[in-house]
């Protein structure tokens, strides 16, 4: 069974470029998740949609970040425009809902976005 | 607001010694903890799931337990062996989303 995989492994953009990452998540899992680390400082959590819906987006940073998860399926995140401050690893997260309990989250290998 | 802390940040220790991380978290009313381990340059590997209602978890030579009460949890390694050098976090569930809170994660390297 293949796992959450994300698009691309890396990303070096400009500041004032676009870029959008890509999650993958289990197929089957309605919860996924966004995180980031930037450099040096713990990983934090951005988002979580339950299928196509935000569950809560109370971790995005400010309005540059923009995250879709269209038909419920795999999910984008773009930074427009982007700046210094939001080089990082991107990770995302997904788990299932068995609606009997908190279930563990599998995580991707990350996108690394370094903005020049 | 959940806070998880790690301590340490940093631990080296010879192969085959046995060792504990901690981690903290200020909050006991939590849905369960995870353990986690980085490799440089890769993403994070589940290693163990504790439920809030368990005391412990055990896979291999890893066991981890968890204390809510004191807000606790430690990842117990058997035996280290340079292959378990990598970046250990902890990460609790306990938002209303299911969104969890990292620590900082505890850096280990075993010499051999």
């Known amino acids: 069974e293949a796992g959450v995989t994300q698009f691309p492994s890396h990303s070096v953009i400009e500041k004032g470029q676009t870029v959008t990452l890509r999650c993958d998540p289990i197929s089957g899992h309605d919860n996924l998740y966004w995180y980031r680390r930037v450099m040096g400082k713990e990983i934090k959590f951005l988002l979580h949609?339950?299928?196509?819906?935000?569950?809560?987006e109370s971790g995005m940073p400010n309005n540059r970040f923009l995250a879709e998860r269209t038909g419920g399926t795999y999910s984008t995140l773009k930074v427009q425009p982007a700046e210094l401050e939001d080089s990082g690893v991107y990770f995302c997260?997904?788990?299932?809902?068995?609606?009997?309990?908190?279930?563990?989250?599998?995580f991707g290998p990350g996108t690394r976005l370094t903005v020049l | 607001k959940q806070e998880v802390t790690q301590i340490p940040a940093a631990l080296s220790v010879p192969e085959g010694e046995n060792l504990v991380l901690n981690c903290s978290f200020t909050d006991s009313a939590i849905y369960n903890l995870q353990w986690f381990r980085q490799d440089p340059g890769k993403g994070l590997t589940s290693l163990l799931l504790?439920?809030?209602?368990?005391r412990e978890q055990t896979s291999g030579r890893l066991n981890a337990s968890l204390d809510k009460s004191s807000g606790r949890s430690t990842l117990y390694i058997a035996a280290s062996q340079p292959g378990d050098s990598a970046t250990y976090l902890c990460?609790?569930?306990?938002?209303?989303?299911?969104?969890?809170?990292f620590g900082t994660g505890t850096k280990l390297q075993v010499i051999p």
């Open positions: 504790i439920q809030s209602s368990q």
């Open positions: 990460a609790v569930d306990s938002g209303g989303y299911q969104k969890v809170t």
């Open positions: 949609f339950v299928k196509e819906s935000k569950q809560d």
């Open positions: 997260a997904s788990s299932q809902d068995s609606g009997v309990g908190r279930n563990e989250q599998f």
